[in-house]
């Protein structure tokens, strides 16, 4: 059985927005381009940076 490698990716990506959810981060997958993160979102994630967070 032969794996899509994109899958990896997925997989990753889907632990990711599992942790950072409750931080109000969140992110959606623009297919063939990337991530793409909402304006709402880039605030939560100012504020992770300045605080530290892991």
């Known amino acids: 059985m032969r794996l899509q490698p994109f899958l ?3 997989v990753w990506m889907s632990k990711v927005r599992t ?3 409750p ?3 969140d ?3 623009v297919w063939g381009r990337g991530y793409a993160v909402p304006v709402e979102a880039r605030s939560a994630i100012a504020a992770a940076i300045a605080e530290g967070a892991p």
């Open 27 to 29: 992110f959606s997958t």
């Open 19 to 21: 942790k950072l959810r």
């Open 8 to 10: 990896f990716g997925d």
């Open 23 to 25: 931080k109000g981060i």
